[in-house]
Each structure stands twice: as C-alpha cells, then as structure tokens.
C-alpha cells in the first residue's frame, strides 16, 4: 500500500518564476492538504481539496493555488516566487468520509528561491 | 496568542529518563488532537491522535484537559531513538484545517 508521494524532492528556482509541485494521495484518500513549513516552524496550512475543488484556504495569497484531479492526486502552484517562498511544501492524504481527520504526510519537496 | 502553542525547547535529556510536552490551545471548539513526530528534513509523522480519556501507547501517554485546553505527552524510559521534533496538532472548528504548534525538539543524550 503506497503512502503519500510528492514530487520532486528538491526545487531551485529564481524569484519571479512559478513552480508546480505534484502529490498522490495515500490509497483509499479522497482529500488532500498542501502546508507551507518554514524552517524552526510547524507547518502553516495553505488550502484542502476534496472532490476537485478548493474546501478551505488559510492565509496564503492568490499567488498559491491548487487544483486536483479526478484520481484524487493534487498540484500546488506557485506564481511570482518571493525569496520568502523558500520552505518544505508538505502534502497530507486524509479519509474523513470514514470518520476521521488524520492526515498523513509525504516526504514533501523542499524548494530554494534564489 | 498563538492558537497552538508549545514549550520553546530544545529539551536535553539523559537516556532513561522521563519527558513531558505541553501544549496549549486557544479554541475551545476543537474537537481532534494529536501529536506528531518529525525527524530532522523529514516530514512528520503521526505519533498518536488524543482522546478525552487519554491513552497510552508503550512509552508513551498522552492527555487531554478540555477545561484548561491543555494537552501533554510523556514519554517514559526515553531512547536515543526519540530524539526528534515533536509537534502538537489541534483542528480548527472548521475541521478541515489543522493548526500546528511549532514544535518541541527533543535530544536524547547517552
């Protein structure tokens, strides 16, 4: 049973460039979750799909956005890359429909902006 | 104040020897709790979700106090292998968002 996958590992980019970052969710999990975590902090949530649309957003701008796929694996992307944007992007699979919210998280892609 | 808050850490402890966490939460509408582990550059990992009752895992216990929004992990007869960042999780009254805590990070020294 194949867990939470996310790709790529690693991402350099420069700022003012967009980036894609690609996550399968845990099999038998319909939602999915995208967290922003900065080094020293835990992870800030930035949106939850379910069913292929947006259900909730934290305090991220528009420049983060998401989409997912009828498989139920999810894309964020990334518009205007600030240095700030530099962190471990974690995705996190969860099956609430079976009565609870625990997440599990990928291996999540670590990206650099320059 | 924050929603999740944690002990600043680190915490430095001898093999052996017993550890507890606290964390304590703002909104007294959140309903899940849990407590993760992350390895250093690793993602992290679920060590144990908190009920009212509490529960044990091994070594491990965890607790829950509604009335002060406290919850605490301790960790009994503590290995090397346990050093690590441990996260406090609670969900927001949305229940789709979790609010994380930013973690205690653990040493075990021989």
């Known amino acids: 049973d194949a867990g939470v996958t996310q790709s790529p590992t690693h991402l350099i980019k420069t700022r003012g460039q967009q980036v894609t970052l690609r996550c399968s969710p845990k099999s038998g999990h319909d939602t999915v979750s995208w967290y922003q975590q900065a080094l020293g902090q835990g992870p800030q949530f930035i949106f939850q799909y379910y069913e292929e649309e947006e259900r909730q957003r934290g305090n991220f701008p528009d420049r983060f956005s998401g989409h997912q796929f009828p498989n139920y694996s999810s894309e964020l992307n990334v518009n205007a890359l600030l240095l700030g944007d530099s962190a471990l992007y974690l995705c996190a699979s969860s099956a609430p429909r079976e009565g609870t919210d625990t997440q599990y998280f990928g291996p999540g892609t670590r990206l650099t902006v320059l | 104040r924050k929603e999740v808050e944690q002990d600043p850490g680190p915490f430095n402890v001898p093999e052996g020897a017993t550890v507890a966490f606290n964390c304590t939460y703002s909104n007294s509408a959140s309903q899940s709790f849990f407590w993760y582990r992350q390895d250093c550059r690793k993602e992290p990992k679920l060590l144990m979700s908190?009920?009212?009752?509490?529960n044990e895992d091994g070594r491990f216990t965890a607790q829950l106090n509604r009335a002060s929004q406290y919850i605490s992990l301790l960790i009994r007869d503590s290995k090397l292998s346990d050093s690590a960042t441990y996260l406090c999780?609670?969900?927001?009254?949305?229940?789709?968002?979790?609010?994380w805590g930013a973690g205690t990070k653990l040493i075990i020294k021989p």
């Open positions: 999780v609670v969900n927001s009254d949305s229940n789709y968002q979790l609010i």
């Open positions: 908190v009920y009212s009752s509490g």
